[in-house]
RNA sequence: GGUCCCAUGGUCAAGAGGCUAAGACGUCGCCCUCUCACGGCGAAAUCAGGGGUUCGAUUCCCCUUGGGACUACCA
């Protein structure tokens, strides 16, 4: 046994081996051309958007190529654990339909054979790399006081930057004798471990990032962490051992950790592993006040948690196909040519992702959610409705339920043809979208100097109120807007502006906002015919 | 401070040395229309700046500028 050997034994005394450990975790059987991805969160409590678009990026890319998509959770840090934040990432995941094939249920069921799925369960593992690495002076034990926190990190920063020091410092402890390490550890002080860097820091190496293309950078040469001194992972140390235990071939993650990625690959190779492919996707930013691009954050932006989706009561497919346009442009454009088809069925290109940073934007979501919800039945809109309410709406529950019949009339209004109507995008909006529907509208889109003239053509409009039958109700209208001195024939109107007060759209806007309280609102016939006679003329009544 | 990433309209973007520089959302206009819509047609709007390389650069290289990330015993 050398000196480092007897070392790593010293700090790691028995346990098992990696040959051991590697046995458990045989080659994957794919077939040529398949990729394994994961997804793999930190269990902080929320699932942020652009976790979830790159968990849809891992799924595309393993479904499209037979691969396998599995889950692994990073809860190396307990400290950041927010209990049950598991699960909502599982439940957001099923809901989405970006169903992993591996995953763990904490104190549940384990699908999959290269498990434990949670980090925290896998540390026997991590300490066996470790004592390898010590064993084969790769890394040492660091007896540091370790930084922790902000406060301590900005000051630690600031001592760096001001010194100049570049990459070149190496840890203090990586001198230590064995005999001051022995006496360290019998006077029961903590370690931490260290990789022990063989870069210099000047030398460069290559890899092809699939987003990124070709990139060059600075090789690691800082003894980073390994082994926290509670003997728990890093991320930098848990990322090659485990998805090479657990063969991930594709490794999609935020652009973020580009920089690290010198570290990585110092690691892999001390550990002797191959590396997998990266894909360093970009987050996904919004404007701040100044119009600076930043990061979605979830305690600015709500809309940075998936669960906003839920709440707001958006279809899920419209999520998934707005993400999936920014990752790949040419969504829209298959979209176009295969409307009906489920976009699943897209031919997605996990190796073509865009590597600009986009700017989330909710217009562009409402109206993909448009067009998604235009073409479901008044039926269907209702389960979706229903099922909304019942979690994020339960006042309106019974209501709902009672008036079944009346509300699926609602939503059928200009629904269910060829070109239906577009302005529903969300659940949440039903209510607000349908107020008059609901209860007489409590303000007019009316102007003051136009006031006189509306109650008049109200008052008119009483008299000729028919609701047999459509063309009766607009022939009624028309031989009203005559009398009124209003154009009914709009070649006409155009031609002689001046001889009418206005044309028959005139009259049919003040009488929309009589009964709508707004300019703008789905076909007047089918409002008023849903509304009866007995509700229309009590609301003109009231105005007149 | 250092390292790295990004740069085509307001937004998402196609283009990969030679194009009148696609398309989508949004905006505006017109048409259709019995109203609101839907739809159709059209318009405005982009290659950040400067150097190279080249017969020719949005495209390749360099610099500048701008934006972003990382630089923790967080991921």
Redesign the pocket.
Known sequence: MNKNQELAELLFPGGKTVEEIEKQYPKRNLKTGAEVTRF???P?GFMHLGNFFQALIDYQIAKRSGGVFYLRI?D??R??EISGASSIIMSIMTGYGIIPDEYELKGGVTVGDYGPYYQSERNEIYRAYAKKLVAEGYAFP?????????ED?KE??EK??ST?I??EDKDVCRNLTFEQIEANIKAGK???IRLKSKGDGKR?IKFK?Y???E????ENC?D??L????L?????F?HPIDDTLMGTTVVVR???????Y?LHDEIFNALGYKKPKYI?N??I?T??EKG????LSKRKHPEADMRFFDKEGYVKDAVIEYLT??AN??F??WR?NNPNADYFDFPFDGF?I????????M??L??IS??II?KMTAEQCYEHLLLWAKEFSTENVNYLIKEKDYVIKILNI?REKS?????LYKWSMFFELFDYMFGKPTSYEIDDNEKSEFSKVLKAYKKYLNLND??T??EN??KMSAELGYATD??EF?KNPEKYKG???KV??YI?IAITGR???????EIMTLLGKERVLDILNDLI
Request: glycine share 2%; with cysteine; aromatic share 10%.
């Open positions: 793999a969160p930190s902080t990073e190396t840090d400290k950041r660091c007896f540091c006081r370790k930084t922790e926190g902000l990190i630690k920063r760096k930057f100049q570049t990459n903590k370690f931490a460069k990032d987003a990124k293309g990139v060059e950078i600075l800082i980073a962490i082994l926290k001194d509670d728990t992972p890093t991320y930098n848990a935020g652009e973020e950790w580009l920089p690290s010198p360093h970009p987050l930013y404007f701040n600076n691009k930043i990061k346009n920014l442009s040419n829209e454009n176009k073509k865009t590597a600009n940073t986009p700017i989330f934007d217009v562009k409402n109206d448009k067009e235009s200009d070109k239906p109507r577009k302005d459509k063309d109700w607009f209208v028309k709009n070649a155009k044309n028959v759209a049919c806007e929309r300019k703008n609102s789905p076909d007047l016939f």
